[in-house]
């Protein structure tokens, strides 16, 4: 008799297994569920919980051995020398000093606001075009049949496959051709290119069930095509609209290969920033943990939002519901 | 059109001259013309370039080279264990993070509460940033204050720590780990939303039927999955076979070639030594194992659409 479904119906069952209709059996299937269940949230919540304790130690405790698995005294240190470096290479020390009289010193080299400024700059450029573009596009792909659909939606997804690390060299050759080496906008415009596709999918995923009926009112109202477009589809699809502004965001903001690649290092975004800090000699790991929970905050924030779309917008739109 | 409209903006009426037939092509004309600048012409650009002699610094002398840069995939020393590298971990990476990741989607589904919490929990590794979630495995495997070390140590495998990252033969492993940290919590996500499309009234029927567990997963579960498993599957083969992040971040590919898979040795060959004809033959070569995923992907999103409807 199984014990974690009361349903009746396991009585009719003819072969009775030792595993599945023992005492003893169901007891064993608990304790391998309880150690599976243990050992893959220790799996994928341990990192997760280093970098934050990792994140309020101080430095003498960093570098102890063994490690600390739990902070002796919990500290700001780490989060104080990412502010004070960036106020530092930003050169607001004499501000910061007429203003709250703090003498501002960091021996750490790394500016983290300022990258997540550039962050900023262009995640939300590539969020903006990726959506209008992609948007508008999904529009017509969704009501419309017209010569060349298919092979459009094949390619836009297909597109999806490719970028990283596949076209990084001759996307720095494209960027030297057009003159878009080191500059903002042309990552802005990358990034949009990458994640146009992907809002196409998820747009029109929306638009194929949107009801006709209220088309055809607005018509009736003599709206215009595009009357109806601004005015009545557009709110409607408000929460998908963010949800794909969020996805396109987000990649911009987590994406190293083409920032790395394509940028010099005064223009840095949080990837490639991050990593010179990384990867620089005697790496003060409170500090980069303290740096990484700042610049992984919009991300925390974002998936809150779209957890509801993340596997539609994964697949490209592949699975619904 | 019945109705004809009477109010027209200005930009309306630009739009109007457009024939009938053309005015689709209009809305769908600045998403194609981004994605085919940006991202399908430095396809066939790198197809291109790949026949020439090239110089990263100096990329206006080009020569021609004919199929120079592809003798030199077979010729090149390293390249070999750059294969070895790329395969093992396509191979140990996609396999253990679709193991864990069907088990940790299952266990979401079943034997854990608040799905929507723990779910959202379990994405983390995913949608955090790559340079985060690569540094803290780097500082965890780190050969001098790595709490993995430690593990190892009070578990008895290792005498003392070591250096896991800066060893030839095990340098790879830990970005690996870091890779399935990464993935299995999106293979976990696609089993968890398989999980809830099936319908719970086939498990009763089933179970009248007197179906043990095993058979309701094997004839019920598995085949009603298939489309999204497969689907599964190939992201994590796609996913995996691009990264670059994990590696880069972790040990540079190094020491030596250790651990550097295609994509590291691409950016290695193009912007540390420069050969950027090499390097494109190399991205050519990625291509093709990308584009064989991607016919299968929309083979697959093709036939699921195809019985959805």
Redesign the interface.
């Known amino acids: 008799m199984s014990t974690d479904t009361p349903d009746s119906v396991d009585d009719f069952r003819t072969n009775q297994s030792w595993l599945y209709d023992t005492t003893a059996g169901s007891y064993l299937r608990s304790i391998l569920v309880g150690i599976a269940v243990l050992l893959c949230a220790g799996f994928v919540l341990f990192p997760l919980y280093w970098l934050v304790v990792t994140s309020f130690k101080t430095t003498a405790e960093i570098q102890q051995i063994p490690p600390t698995i739990y902070p002796h005294d919990w500290t700001l240190e780490g989060f104080r020398l990412v502010v004070e470096s960036s106020i530092r290479s930003g050169g607001y020390e004499d501000l910061v000093q007429r203003l709250f009289g703090v003498q501002v010193s960091s021996a750490i080299d790394i500016d983290v606001i300022g990258l997540i400024a550039n962050s900023l700059k262009v995640s939300i450029g590539a969020g903006l075009i990726a959506v209008a573009f992609g948007t508008l596009g999904s529009y017509v792909l969704s009501r419309r049949d017209f010569a060349g659909k298919n092979l459009l939606m094949s390619l836009f997804l297909a597109s999806l496959m490719f970028p990283g690390t596949a076209i990084m060299v001759p996307e720095w050759e494209l960027f030297n051709t057009l003159n878009l080496f080191n500059t903002h906008l042309g990552l802005v415009l990358l990034y949009g290119a990458m994640t146009a596709p992907f809002v196409v999918w998820l747009m029109k995923g929306f638009f194929d069930d949107f009801p006709s009926s209220i088309i055809d009112a607005a018509h009736m109202d003599q709206c215009s095509p595009y009357e109806t477009f601004r005015y009545v589809i557009v709110p409607m699809a408000r929460n998908s609209l963010i949800a794909s502004f969020i996805f396109a965001f987000l990649l911009a903001w987590n994406e190293l290969v083409f920032a790395l690649t394509l940028l010099a290092n005064t223009k840095y975004t949080v990837p490639p920033g991050l990593l010179t800090f990384v990867q620089g000699f005697n790496v003060q790991w409170n500090v980069v943990a303290a740096a990484s929970i700042l610049v992984s905050i919009p991300v925390l924030i974002g998936l809150a939002y779209i957890q509801q779309y993340f596997v539609q917008g994964l697949t490209g739109g592949a699975i619904k519901g | 059109?019945?109705?004809e409209?009477?109010?027209?903006?200005p930009?309306?009426r630009v739009?109007q001259r457009v024939p009938e037939?053309l005015r689709?092509?209009l809305?769908?004309l600045?998403?194609?013309a981004?994605?085919g600048?940006?991202?399908?012409?430095?396809?066939v650009?790198?197809i291109y370039?790949s026949f020439f002699e090239k110089d990263l610094l100096h990329?206006d002398e080009a020569t021609f080279a004919g199929l120079q840069n592809y003798a030199q995939i077979v010729q090149n020393g390293q390249i070999h264990t750059v294969l070895v590298n790329t395969v093992l971990w396509v191979v140990v990476g996609s396999g253990v993070a679709i193991l864990?990741g069907f088990?940790?989607g299952w266990?979401l589904y079943e034997?854990?509460p608040y799905v929507?919490v723990a779910?959202?929990?379990?994405?983390?590794?995913w949608?955090?940033?790559?340079?985060?979630?690569a540094?803290?495995?780097?500082?965890?495997f780190?050969g001098?204050?790595?709490?993995i070390n430690?593990l190892l140590?009070s578990l008895g495998i290792v005498d003392q720590?070591i250096v896991m990252l800066g060893d030839p033969s095990l340098s790879l492993w830990p970005a690996i780990v870091g890779m399935i940290?990464r993935l299995?919590?999106?293979f976990a996500?696609?089993t968890l939303?398989?999980f809830?499309?099936i319908d719970e009234h086939l498990y009763?029927a089933a179970?009248?039927d007197?179906?043990?567990?095993w058979e309701e997963f094997r004839y019920i579960t598995l085949p009603l999955m298939r489309y999204?498993l497969a689907?599964g599957f190939l992201?994590m083969l796609?996913y995996n076979i691009?990264?670059?992040?994990m590696i880069?971040?972790m040990t540079?590919g190094g020491p030596g070639y250790s651990s550097t898979t295609?994509?590291v040795m691409?950016?290695r060959t193009?912007?540390t030594d420069f050969n950027?004809g090499f390097?494109?033959a190399l991205?050519v070569m990625?291509?093709a194992v990308?584009?064989v995923?991607?016919y299968y992907?929309?083979k697959v999103?093709d036939r699921?659409q195809g019985e959805?409807q």
Request: no cysteine; glycine share 4%.
């Open positions: 059109m019945s109705y409209s009477t109010a027209q903006s930009f309306e739009i037939g689709v092509y809305a769908v600045p998403v194609t981004l994605v600048i940006f991202i399908l012409y430095p396809i650009r790198a370039s990329p864990l088990l940790l266990l034997k854990l929507s779910s959202a929990i379990v994405l983390i590794p949608v955090l940033p790559r340079v985060v979630g540094s803290v495995w780097a500082f965890m780190s001098s204050q790595g709490i430690e140590v720590y940290w299995a919590p999106l996500l696609l939303t398989s809830q499309g009763e179970r009248m007197g179906a043990t567990p999204n689907i992201l796609i691009r990264n670059f992040s880069w971040v540079k295609l994509p691409i950016y193009a912007f950027v390097a494109d991205s990625l291509f990308l584009l995923f991607s992907y929309i999103y699921m959805t």
